[in-house]
């Protein structure tokens, strides 16, 4: 009964690739998030999805391209990875009854 | 910009005591407010709040929320180590349904 799932749960890669995360909901909702974790735990919103539609686009570079297929799936593919995108990268989705998170993929470049 | 300023940001105290987080907000068009528990790496939702003066309660965690003066309080009484976590609070902008959230609180419970 997973309501958002991420994966993988952890990734780790070298400089210069190019990764994917995956991001569904099976609740319905209408808007998707990604969020970057910090090393001190503070989140940053880095892009927002609402049927399908990209309706946030924080300041972030552009080797971060986000990917709604449908409602239910918002995917991030980063290019060129480089030292400072290791975080832990959280998808969530919401509707009028809240916020839900996944539980979050830990990136590590190397 | 939507800005949300939890205090304090780090809080230490002993099992049994009760301790109330605070979460001060500014946002141009104000859907909700919640709070959530981040251990290890997902945070936890515990409370939306769209109504001033109506507590929500959930065991020893209660919520309170007041619109006009643009803040929430979480309380939390009786605290046992499994508390311990950073508490989140974050407010949702009905013109872009997305959240802001704060720095959090960390709250370490010693036995």
């Known amino acids: 009964d997973t309501a958002v799932s991420q994966t993988p749960k952890y990734l780790v890669t070298q400089m210069g690739n190019d990764k994917s995360i995956k991001c569904e909901q099976n609740?319905?909702?209408?808007?998707m998030y990604w969020y970057k974790q910090d090393s001190k735990k503070f989140l940053k919103i880095m892009f927002s999805?609402?049927?399908?539609?990209?309706?946030i686009n924080e300041t972030v570079p552009n080797r971060f391209s986000p990917k709604s297929p449908d409602k239910a799936h918002l995917n991030l593919h980063i290019n060129s990875l480089e030292l400072g995108d290791s975080a832990v990268y959280f998808c969530?989705?919401?509707?009028?009854?809240?916020?839900?998170f996944g539980q979050g993929t830990r990136l590590t470049v190397v | 910009e939507d800005k949300v300023v939890q205090s304090p940001l780090s809080l230490v105290v002993h099992e049994g005591d009760t301790v109330t987080l605070n979460c001060s907000y500014e946002?141009?068009?104000?859907?909700?407010l919640l709070w959530y528990k981040q251990e290890k790496k997902a945070p936890t939702f515990l409370f939306m709040l769209?109504?001033?003066?109506i507590e929500k309660k959930s065991g020893r965690l209660s919520s309170i929320l007041d619109k006009k003066e643009l803040f929430s309080i979480l309380n939390i009484t009786a605290t046992q180590t499994g508390d311990s976590a950073v508490y989140l609070c974050?407010?949702?902008?009905?013109?872009?349904?997305?959240?802001?959230f704060g720095k959090g609180t960390m709250l370490l419970v010693s036995p």
């Open positions: 969530a989705s919401s509707h009028a009854a809240g916020a839900f």
């Open positions: 609740l319905g909702h209408d808007t």
């Open positions: 999805y609402n049927n399908k539609e990209l309706i």
């Open positions: 946002v141009t068009n104000f859907r909700s």
């Open positions: 769209t109504s001033s003066g």
């Open positions: 974050a407010v949702e902008n009905s013109g872009y349904s997305t959240l802001t």
